[in-house]
């Protein structure tokens, strides 16, 4: 019964995702076209859409994802996805299987938006996950990055996550969107929210008005300058320091603008800050959050780094849509 229900549902939105693509602002490529046709074919599982940074897979699958008419549906962000596990089990002592009853259950769709993973803890939480949705027979829909087979691409640890993979190609549609152009690194891209943060050699006048503190963010005191909803922090505070997804999630509830002061360059810096600099371009982006970073050196010096870190590209990817200051012409710089 679950399972034809989700077939109806499925069919029953493959014209509504339709319309909502013709009459959204995407002036789609030939590839996206053609995943976007491939999308709208779907009426089984679900679908895994993947390919290069900036394609525009979050604003499709959005668009499929609004259509399907239900309201027993949930998206998640990988990482909040990952800290409410963890914050149910250390909390109420569940077990995996329990933290999934209250995250996924009586939902008939659930989207993953950026779908990677890395380690192995991770690996086991998505396995379950899985093994979960595809008993359930609920509406799969994930964006990635990364084709199933690179899926935890370690390959010390690539075998930890077969399963899963295994369960990505034989329950849903996987779907490449193809070659193209980085959309988020055209002209004319949206100057609001997180796209509205800038990259500068130098900091605002701002700055030097605000106070100094030390917060508390999950336990952990972080030393910053901050007014009322604004907040400079320097790059040794929060990305050398071992912070991780929970702190920055905790920094963009209490903070809707944040500057990163003292960057360094980014070809040489270590790869475990540049992890978590990812990590907090990720969040800001997604909760579009305002951002500016104060570096003398540019977006692209992350991939000169040795080694670079998880998802460089990604991180590239988001912030080449801060808006160079009149003082920074070499931010483009790509050589």
């Known amino acids: 019964m679950r399972h034809r229900a989700r077939q109806k549902a499925a069919e029953a939105m493959r014209e509504a ?38 394609r525009g897979k979050t604003a499709l699958s959005s668009l499929y994802f609004n ?36 995250l996924l259950g009586g939902s008939t769709a659930i989207m993953f938006d950026e779908f990677h993973v890395h380690d192995v803890a991770d690996a086991i939480y998505l396995t379950a996950t899985l ?23 370690n390959p010390l640890l690539h075998h930890r996550f077969h399963q899963a993979i295994d369960i990505v190609e034989r329950e849903f549609s996987v779907i490449w969107i193809g070659e193209g152009d980085d959309y988020r690194r ?21 700055i030097a008005r605000m106070l ?3 917060i508390d963010i999950n336990g952990q005191s972080v030393e910053v300058l901050h007014n009322a909803t604004s907040a400079a922090v320097t790059f040794a505070e929060l990305c050398e ?32 800050p540049l992890r978590r600099l990812g990590n907090l371009v990720d969040i800001c982006c997604d909760r579009d959050v305002v951002l ?16 670079p870190p998880p998802d460089a590209a990604r991180t590239l990817s988001r912030l080449s849509m801060l808006r160079p200051t009149a003082n920074a012409p070499h931010l483009d710089a790509e050589t």
Request: aromatic letters at 10%; glycine letters at 6%.
């Open 17 to 54: 995702f339709l319309v909502a693509v013709a009459e959204s602002e995407l002036k789609l490529d030939v590839a996206q076209r053609e995943a976007t046709t491939s999308m709208a074919r779907n009426v089984g599982n679900g679908f895994y859409l993947w390919g290069d940074p900036g």
């Open 67 to 102: 259509a399907i008419p239900t309201t027993s549906k949930r998206r998640f962000h990988f990482y909040e996805f990952f800290a409410a596990i963890d914050e149910l089990i250390a909390s109420t002592r569940w077990t995996v299987d329990d933290a999934l009853d209250e």
């Open 131 to 153: 093994r979960r949705i595809a008993r359930d027979g609920t509406l799969f829909i994930a964006t990635s990055n990364y084709a199933p087979q690179k899926l935890l691409p």
């Open 186 to 206: 055209l002209d004319g891209a949206s100057r609001r929210g997180f796209a509205s943060g800038t990259w500068s050699p130098s900091e605002s006048e701002e």
């Open 212 to 214: 100094p503190a030390s």
């Open 241 to 272: 320091r071992p912070l991780g997804m929970r702190e920055y999630l905790a920094m963009t509830e209490r903070f809707r603008e944040i500057t990163l002061r003292d960057v360094p360059d980014l070809a040489c810096t270590d790869r475990e």
């Open 292 to 307: 500016h970073v104060v570096s003398r050196g540019t977006p692209h010096n992350i991939l000169r780094a040795l080694p």
